[in-house]
C-alpha cells in the first residue's frame, strides 16, 4: 500500500518506519527541512531501540521516504496518517492547531479519494473537525473527491515501541464506514500472524479510547504512590502490599510500582486533557484531577526526605544524582521528576552532579540549561566524588546492582534516596548505608 504519514514526532517516525518493514510504500513529511535532510541520512533525531537500523534498511531497499513535500506525497498515496503534535494549551487542553493545519493542507491538495487517519491523540470530536476542514478546502476548490475520516490512536511505550508497533496488544480502529474499515484492515493484517486483536468502533469511542487507556494507567500509578505514602505513616511496607495486591488478578502487577510520579509526554498532558474534556461538557472529572495533583506532590516525595534527613539549607551540600530520563531506554526528560527534584534542591542551595546513560545532552541543553548548580559526568560512581548523598530517579539496568562498598567508600555520609525502590532495605542497612525509599518508613 502507499502511504504518507505526516510528522516525523516519535509516533509519525516509528509508525511510518514499521509500515516500510511490513513492505508498504511510506513516505514521511514534516516541515522541519533539517530533520527530513537528516532523517535521508539515516540520522534519526531520537533514542529509540531498533529504530535506527530499521529506518536505515528501508531507506536503503527503497520502501521508506522524507520529504517537506507534502504535495507531491499525496498524490502517490491511498492513505494519510496524520501524526503532528497536540502540545497541551495554556488551559490544560489539548492544541489542535497542527492537526487542523494539516487537514487543511490535505483538502488543498488531494487530487485523488484518500482514507486520512488521525494517530495523533485528539480530543473526542477531531475527526468530525478534519473532516469539516478538509471539506471545505474542497468546496472552495471545487472538487468533489470522496475521502474517509478514521481515528487510530497509537499505544506505543518510549524505549519499547517498535515492539509494540510491529506485535501490538491490539490496533483500535474508528470507522463510520465498510470501506474504510477494509482499508485499515488490509493494511494491519501482517501484524496479526499470532494474535488477532483489530477492534473496531465508532469514531468517537476510539478517540476515547485513547485518553481512557492512559488515564487509567496513570491512575494505577498515582493510586500506589497514594497507598505508598500511607504505607510509611503506618509503619507498613508498600513492596510487600504491591506483591499481596498485584496477586489478584483483576487487579494484576503491572503498572503498580510505586515512585517519584509518572513524567513523560503522554500521562501527565493526557490526563489533563481528559479533566478539561470532562470540564468543557460540564462534569468535573474529581478522579482524574486528583490522578494529577498526587503525582505532582510524588514528584517532590524524594526532595522532601532528603530536606528532612540534611535541613531546609542545603547550602554547601552537593549530591549524586542517577537518572535524569523520566524512565530507562529513553533520552526523553518531559516531566521528568528530576527536573522538579533538582529544582527544589538547588532553590535550597544544594549542588548537583548528575548521571544518565541517555539524557544528560537533554539536561544540559533544554530541561535543565538554567541550572548552573547542575554539573555532568561521564560514569556512575563518578558522581559520587565528594558528594554527601545519592539519588536514584530513574531505574536504568546499569543503576540495578551496583558495587555498594564503592558507594560507602567514596560518599561522606552513606546515605541513598532511592525514588524507584531499587534496593533491598535490610541488606544495605545492614551493610551501613542509610537508605531512603519510597512508601516505607526508614
Ligand atoms: C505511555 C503508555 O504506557 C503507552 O501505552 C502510550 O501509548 C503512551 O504513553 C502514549 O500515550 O503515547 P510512555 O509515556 O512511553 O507510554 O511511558 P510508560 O512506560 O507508560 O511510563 C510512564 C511513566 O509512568 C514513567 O514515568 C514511569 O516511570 C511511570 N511508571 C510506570 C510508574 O511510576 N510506575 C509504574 O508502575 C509504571
Known amino acids: 500500500m502507499n502511504l504518507t504519514v505526516i510528522g516525523t514526532g516519535y509516533v509519525g517516525l516509528v509508525s511510518g518506519t514499521c509500515f516500510s518493514e511490513m513492505g508498504n510504500h511510506v513516505t514521511c513529511v514534516d516541515v522541519d527541512e533539517v530533520k527530513i535532510n537528516g532523517l535521508k541520512n539515516g540520522v534519526v533525531p531520537i533514542f529509540e531501540p531498533g529504530l535506527e537500523a530499521m529506518v536505515l534498511s528501508n531507506v536503503k531497499s527503497g520502501n521508506l521516504h522524507f520529504t517537506t513535500s507534502l504535495e507531491s506525497s499525496l498524490s502517490n498515496s491511498n492513505i494519510v496518517f496524520i501524526a503532528v503534535g497536540t502540545p497541551m494549551g495554556e488551559d490544560g487542553s489539548a492544541d489542535l492547531q497542527y492537526v487542523l493545519s494539516v487537514a487543511k493542507q490535505i483538502g488543498e491538495l488531494m487530487d485523488k479519494p484518500l482514507v486520512i487517519v488521525d494517530k495523533s491523540t485528539v480530543p473526542v470530536g477531531t475527526a468530525d473537525k478534519v473532516r469539516t476542514a478538509i471539506q471545505k478546502e474542497l468546496d472552495s476548490r471545487e472538487k468533489n473527491i470522496e475521502f474517509h ?35 485499515m484492515r488490509k493494511l494491519y493484517a501482517p501484524f496479526f500472524r499470532t494474535n488477532e486483536r483489530f477492534i473496531e468502533m465508532d469514531i468517537r469511542s476510539a478517540e476515547m479510547t485513547k485518553y481512557a487507556a492512559n488515564a487509567m494507567l496513570a491512575t494505577k500509578i498515582s493510586f500506589m504512590n497514594e497507598i505508598a505514602n500511607i ?72 526532595a522532601n526526605k532528603i530536606i528532612a534527613r540534611f535541613g531546609d539549607d542545603l547550602n554547601g551540600f552537593t549530591f549524586g544524582l542517577w537518572g535524569l530520563a523520566f524512565k530507562p531506554g529513553t533520552d526523553d526528560m518531559r516531566q521528568a521528576p528530576a527536573i522538579y527534584v533538582v529544582k527544589e534542591l538547588v532553590k535550597r542551595g544544594a549542588k548537583i552532579v548528575a548521571y544518565d546513560p541517555k539524557a544528560m545532552t537533554e539536561a544540559k541543553e533544554f530541561y535543565l540549561k538554567d541550572t548552573p548548580e547542575v554539573s555532568y559526568v561521564a560514569s556512575k560512581y563518578e558522581v559520587l566524588n565528594n558528594a554527601d548523598g545519592l539519588i536514584l530517579l530513574t531505574e536504568w539496568k546499569e543503576f540495578r546492582s551496583p558495587d555498594f562498598e564503592e558507594i560507602k567508600s567514596k560518599l561522606k555520609h552513606p546515605v541513598i534516596f532511592d525514588g ?23
Open 420 to 442: 524507584r525502590n531499587q534496593y533491598n532495605a535490610f541488606d544495605l542497612e545492614n551493610n551501613g548505608i542509610e537508605y531512603y525509599q519510597i512508601g516505607k518508613k526508614r
Open 231 to 302: 504505607c510509611e505513616l503506618v509503619g507498613a511496607d508498600v513492596n510487600n502490599v504491591r506483591l499481596g495486591i498485584g496477586s489478584d488478578k483483576r487487579i494484576g502487577y503491572s503498572f503498580i510500582y510505586p515512585g517519584s510520579g509518572y513524567g513523560g509526554s503522554c500521562f501527565p498532558k493526557d490526563v489533563k486533557a481528559l479533566a478539561r474534556i470532562a470540564d468543557e461538557n460540564n462534569y468535573s472529572a474529581e478522579l482524574i484531577s486528583s490522578v494529577e495533583k498526587v503525582n505532582d506532590n510524588q514528584k517532590l516525595v524524594i
Open 149 to 183: 475520516v478514521v481515528s487510530n490512536p497509537e499505544f506505543l511505550k518510549e524505549g519499547a515501541a517498535i515492539d509494540d508497533f510491529m506485535k501490538p496488544d491490539r490496533v483500535v480502529i474508528g470507522a463510520d464506514n465498510e470501506y474504510a474499515l477494509g482499508v
